[in-house]
């Protein structure tokens, strides 16, 4: 199938791509299929695996929360004969999917230069370790001399990684700000003229779009379902005596495919040769991508 026919195609099933929880589920399906093509084939090739690790990580998401969306029965407790949707255990993991998108776009598909890159992804590191570190301190997994010898050559990595951050002139320019990150583990930081600054998930996905209008409070929406907030609570008082949940199901499919086409979209940027796809949904992944900006 050609391009064209695609869109011929694509036009008269929009509403379905919008509110059809099957024709979505199969979208979501190839999608996901596509997505571990690019991943074996970028694995051979790239020498850093995080970006690949990452795309695995939001293709896994993607299938959870179509897993989800078929529902669970509950009828001998709530007396509801049909499956019901768990839509905020969806949402959560479609704000975990959010993060993973915004961080690969921030870190991978910017256009930072070597040191700003290094300042970032070192940090990023950093933060996750010392944060592990404190975990196992004292724990009883380290009881195994073979973790124990693990720990200590990962502290010695992060002196290395710490010494690369001093080492560099974005440093020299900012070392209060460094030193807090470091400090605090503040990793969520970008760069503006030299300047290290924090930025938010909001922002991260906001610089991931030309339209910068656009979608701009997803993050939120599904923030408040994922959390105990007032909103979230009395929504699901009346969630399931409504069947609402069925409409909410199929706008967070819609969400999510929208989402991985964004990444794929991304992703096929750090990949060195076309790979050839005889998925027709493939075209989708430029389509709902084209308010993006290189």
């Known amino acids: 199938m050609t391009k064209q026919d695609f869109l011929k195609k694509l036009f008269v099933k929009k509403d379905d791509l919008l509110s059809n929880y099957e024709f979505q589920k199969s979208v979501l399906l190839d999608l996901i299929e596509i997505g571990f093509i690019y991943v074996k084939n970028h694995y051979s090739f790239d020498d850093n695996k995080f970006a690949n690790m990452m795309l695995q990580m939001s293709l896994l998401k993607a299938n959870s929360i179509l897993e989800l969306s078929e529902g669970t029965k509950l009828k001998n407790v709530t007396g509801i004969e049909n499956s ?15 993060e993973n998108y915004c961080f690969f776009n921030h870190l991978y598909i910017r256009n930072w230069s070597k040191e700003e890159f290094m300042l970032i992804e070192n940090i990023w590191k950093i933060s996750s370790l010392k944060q592990r570190f404190y975990l196992l301190d004292n724990s009883l997994v380290l009881m ?3 973790d124990s010898s693990k720990i200590k050559n990962e502290k010695d990595f992060v002196l290395i990684l710490t010494q690369e951050i001093k080492n560099s002139s974005l440093y020299n320019k900012n070392k209060k700000f460094i030193n807090n990150c470091l400090k605090t583990n503040k990793w969520q ?33 599904f923030s408040l379902d994922s959390h105990p907030s007032y909103f979230s609570v009395f929504q699901f008082g009346d969630l399931y005596r409504t069947r609402y949940d069925l409409s909410r199901r199929t706008t967070l499919i819609y969400q999510t495919i ?32 084209s308010k993006k900006g290189d």
Do not use: G
């Open 84 to 98: 019901i949707i768990d839509i905020q255990s969806q949402s959560s993991i479609f704000r975990s999917l959010f």
């Open 144 to 146: 195994n001399p073979d």
């Open 189 to 221: 930081i970008t760069i503006n003229e030299n300047k290290v600054i924090h930025i938010s998930w909001k922002e991260m996905f906001k610089n991931s779009r030309k339209n910068k209008i656009a979608n701009d409070k997803i993050y939120q929406i």
């Open 258 to 289: 929208e989402m991985i086409c964004n990444y794929l979209y991304d992703f096929e940027k750090l990949m060195t040769s076309k790979i050839e796809i005889n998925i027709e949904t493939k075209f989708l992944i430029e389509i709902l991508s």
